[in-house]
């Protein structure tokens, strides 16, 4: 009788440790990475960018660094879970996709190479990138530029498709608050876009609250 008690209580003991350790894993898939001027969420099965955060103001839309090409590992991630440029090299489909875009940043040296980490970038359809979404971001200096300070959350939305190991963006989205609480949102399939038109594919904020599981305040 004794041999059975403490079997079964080691098998308790066991289990409790087994999903501890279950319960860890589970948390340890998003890491939130702090950097100087704006936060990454970050998904290290996925190993990609969830959603990054940070405020702009229109002193910071005063540029100061000149724009390289270059981008950076960054130092809060294991290399081997951010991409890296020769995956991106000559690749014919996708750009380094900002989430956080480094015109935001051009006001201070930190400020700019941290937004060029690989983890503030996800594979992102050329043409949408370069045209429609850059529209999206000057929308969002545009009101920077009249209300003086916005609050921006940028973020993905995935499936399963992947790309050299790395999860592709289904969809971009983007939310900002501005002028006491007002809210404005565009959520862009990630394929090329019919308009160049940030309006297209503005979007209700409840909407991608609702796909992101997320409250932006």
């Not at 087994?18 to 894993?25: E, K, R």
């Not at 099965?45 to 839309?61: D, E, F, G, N, W």
């Not at 390289?68 to 996708?94: C, E, H, I, R, V």
Request: aromatic share 14%.
């Amino acid at each position: 009788m004794r041999y059975r008690t403490a079997t079964g209580l080691s098998l308790k003991m066991a289990l409790v440790a087994l999903l501890g350790f279950f319960s860890s894993l589970a948390q340890a898939q998003t890491v939130t990475l702090e950097h100087a001027y704006y936060t990454t969420v970050y998904d290290t099965v996925k190993k990609a960018p969830i959603y990054t955060s940070y405020t702009l103001t229109r002193s910071h839309l005063t540029a100061i660094i000149k724009r390289k090409s270059a981008f950076y590992t960054d130092p809060l991630l294991s290399k081997t879970l951010q991409a890296n440029n020769a995956m991106y090299k000559s690749n014919g489909m996708y750009d380094k996709g900002h989430l956080s875009p480094a015109a935001d940043f051009c006001f201070d040296s930190l400020a700019y190479r941290q937004s060029m980490y690989y983890t503030n970038t996800a594979p992102q359809e050329e043409y949408f990138n370069e045209h429609l979404w850059e529209a999206v971001e000057e929308a969002t200096r545009d009101t920077c530029r009249i209300y003086d300070t916005v609050k921006v959350f940028t973020g993905c939305l995935y499936g399963t498709d992947h790309f050299h190991g790395f999860a592709v963006p289904t969809a971009y989205w983007k939310v900002i608050i501005y002028n006491g609480g007002k809210k404005a949102g565009w959520l862009g399939p990630n394929k090329h876009p019919d308009s160049n038109h940030a309006e297209t594919i503005q979007d209700e904020v409840g909407d991608i609250e609702e796909k992101t599981g997320l409250r932006f305040e």
